[in-house]
Structures are given as C-alpha cells and as structure tokens.
C-alpha cells in the first residue's frame, strides 16, 4: 500500500484525514503544512527515537499521530497518552481515519446529532479506563465514528480493522530509577524535535504555577534546555483570592516567565472556546488560548494529571494501568487548539501513566518520606522532591490545591463563563436547531422531565455519604474510593451545557473544508 499526499495550507498545521478505499492500494492523506511526510511515512509531532528511523509506531512516548505503509496493511500510530484520540469513520467500502472529530465529520459529509445530548458524557468517559470508556458515538446520519485511545490501528486492503496498545515504559523500583528514565526519555523527545531533517522543529517551553506538578514538569523540561515559562497569576474564583502564579518559582529555577490573565478569553470577539469545546471533552483549557503567540514551534510541558499519577494517596492505583485517571479530564480540550497553532504537548506525569502502581509504591517509601508535606489529602512527595532539590523553599508550591482552568459542563453558567460575544452566537445556533425551544431538545416527554429532575438529589446525598467515607479514610490514613453509584454526569439538571459540543464543531469545522 502507498500514501498520496495531499497538503492544503488552510487546514489546521498538523491536522490530518487519511481515506483507505476497498482493495485500493493508494491512500489518500489530506493534511496541514506542518505534517511532516515522506515516502511510505507522516506524522505529527514527536517521539522518544530517532527522527529518520521513522519508528513511531513501536515507541513508548508517541506525543502525535501519523501512519506507515506495509505490503499487507497500513499502519497508524495513536498518541501515548489518552488526553487525545484517534476516529474512524467506516462504510462498506472505505474507511476515514483521522486527528480531529471535526475534520473526520467534514470528509465524511457528516455532523453530530442535535437529538443526542450526552456527547460530553461519552467523549470524557476515558478518565474512568480504557475498559470502561465509550469507544463509539453516533452521528446524525445514524452511523457511528468510533474513537481509539493510546493504540496503533491497522487497516488491511479488505478494511479489516486491527487495533493494538501502545508499547508500556518500564517499570520502576526507585525514585532514581524513575527520574533516570524520564530525564533520558525526555532528551530523545528533544532530539526528535529538534532535528536537522524535519521541516519543523520544536523547542521546549514549560507551563509554571503555585502547585505541585507543573513546577516538577517545569524541572524536568529544564533537563532538555528549556529557559521560559509560561503562568497564570490566580486560579478560579472557587480556589479562593490567593495567587497561583509559579513567577517566583521560576525566578528560583533561572526561567524566564510571563504571566497571563486566566480570563482573557473572555474579552475576545472570534469564538475562542469553539475549538476547545468541540473536542468533546469540557472546553476548560480554554484559558490557555491567552498563551498563543509563545506556542508555535514548542514542545509545551504541562503538569496535567499529577493529581492522579504523583498523588501519595489513591484509591486505586492499580487502576491508572488501564489509563485511568479519576474524574478530570484536564487537557484533553487542547487537541484541536493544538493541530491549529503547532505545538506538541507533553503532558509529563502521563508519560508514565501505566506504571502508576510503581509510582504509587515510591510515593509511600522511607525514602521519600522527607519530601511528604503531612497531609493525607495534599501529598505528592515525587514533585515535591523534585523541585526542592533545584532550591526551591517548600512554602512557595504545592500548600493547597488550585486550578485555572475553565469548564464549560455540569453547573457553570454558560453566561457566565464563555465571552459574551461566544454566548450570544450559542444561543442563535441553539434557536437554528430547534425553533421550537431549549426543552424540546432536553426532554423526551413528561417522564423524563421528571426522572432528570429527580437524578440530580440522588446523585447529591450518594457525592455526601462518599465524602464522608473518604474523609474518614483519609484521617485513618486508608485511601477510600470515591464511588458514584449516580454518575456525574447526572450531578445537575439537563441544560444548555450539553450543546456546547455541537456549537463547537459546527464553528470550527469550516477550517477543514478545503
């Protein structure tokens, strides 16, 4: 099989569709300008190996997708992590693969359906494992785009799908061994970036904040010669007035920082949550639209996940080996943002996910006890040692928890939290889809009017008794489950939020019709 490329500069940079036709040995790839392409080979972005030995496909660390011919079939890597997927979209007599949901629906002259409400639900449900996640959501001509996570997808002449998990790290038994590994892996990564046979290379730059976990994966970015960081100066209103900006812990480390504004979306007039809410996932990394002009041409290292992969204490972390992650999908919306812009996102504590186990084990061994802070709620001795030992006193990061980023599911207001000029354009593509009102597209009759009402006060008093058992774990120093027999996705009455995924890809999806 071979590969016909097709480049269009008006496509998203490193945006791709591959289209494979029924014992058709030709495959023909629609991409963006910063693809990178050769005979029998594409990718975008980066992995821990060398640039021309093409070997994506077997690599531990794949931070982007692309795909290789063979004779028997064409071969397509996945990214790593699951913070991003890959969709096919099949028919009797060809197969669409793709980087972006929006993309794959404009090439197969398709859209998301105004009568489903749960896309949020389905595409944020890989935080609970790959085992329990949603693998497949419907479209509007009742055929289903199936989604892939962390796995390399095989397609044969005769459209015989095969899909297989991405090659694991080691394992580790210390926290020099860990360190060892991430230090050595992060510099192939640099390498591959930076190499004199790509069209475009990439540099690394580092996200910074008050916590724990972006400082640690700040240190680490140092390792491969990252100089500049990149802050928020406070979180969300909900995590109380104090600052969060990692300024000061920066200056300690010899980076150079800027710092933004979370909010600045909101006084732009062009859409900006669009392209974050349309990969179905929440929207909330919608304030990192403010970083934009620093983030062509980077390797962006975030601390997304530390919660889960770095934390002392977790209720099961023999979990996070099926990719799971709690119940935040922080950084999954940056996937179209990121085709778009051109950037490669390297979100670090992910890079071990799998090993969570052996991570979880070091966490809570005599020898990292000198870097636990004594709390059994706010623990994460791995960053925490990490970042003290570049000289950083321990009162300046990781005192109490904080976030900045902005979700647009569950009970946020929608006039609250997307700019007004966003708000007003949501609100005329929801009279476009239904003349006849909001609640025609929220209920199906009388009985499910009263059954979404009702949900809400169950999953309330089912979130209060399992708090009080985590609480009573955590003072016995036992790590209890949060368990959720009413799904959060029932944590609020159905609402607008639910078609903040259709405004999206219906606003962004015209950047792919060439």
Known sequence: MQFLFRATASLPRMAWCARINRDNPVV??????????????FFEGIWNGGFTDGAFLEASMCLGSGGRTAPEAVHFAGVSHSLERLHLFETPDEVLLSNSLAFILTESGNDLATSYRFYDRDLMSFVKGLHALTDTIPTASGQAIRLVYSSNVSIAPDLTITTTRKPQPPTFSSYDD?????VRELRSLAENAASASRHHTFSPLATISSGYDSPA?????????????????????????????????????????????????????????????????????????????????????TGFLGDTIWGRLHPDPQGSQDYKMGVSPGGSTLAEFRLRVGFVHVPVPLLALTRHPDLHRISNSAEMRPWRSGSNRYDRPIPRRLVEERGVPRHLFGTSKRAVTQPFYFNEPLAEVLAPHSYEDFKE????????????????GLGERFLYALLPLLHRLNYIMSRVL???????????????????????????????????????????QR
């Open 28 to 41: 023909v790839v629609e991409h963006g300008s910063w693809v990178e392409t050769a005979e029998g080979c």
């Open 178 to 182: 860990y360190v060892s590994y991430m």
């Open 217 to 301: 994966a700040a240190v680490l970015a140092q390792t491969v010669g990252c100089t500049e960081a990149l802050t928020f100066s406070s979180p969300r209103k909900d995590f109380g007035p104090e600052s969060d900006s990692g300024k000061e812990i920066g200056r300690i480390l010899g980076l150079s920082v800027r710092e933004f504004d979370r909010t600045g979306y909101r006084a732009v007039d062009t859409l900006p949550e669009a392209e974050f809410l349309a990969v179905g996932t929440g929207g909330e990394d919608v304030v990192m639209c403010a970083f934009e002009a620093y983030l062509p041409g980077t390797l962006l290292f």
């Open 429 to 444: 593509f929801l009279a476009s889809i239904s003349p006849q009102g909001l609640d025609r597209l929220l209920w199906r």
């Open 470 to 512: 985590v609480g009573l774990g955590g003072r016995l120093g036992i790590a209890v489950p949060l368990r959720l027999f009413v799904p959060i996705r029932f944590r609020q009455r159905l609402k607008e939020n639910l078609f903040a995924v259709h405004w999206g890809v219906s606003r962004i999806r015209r950047r792919y």
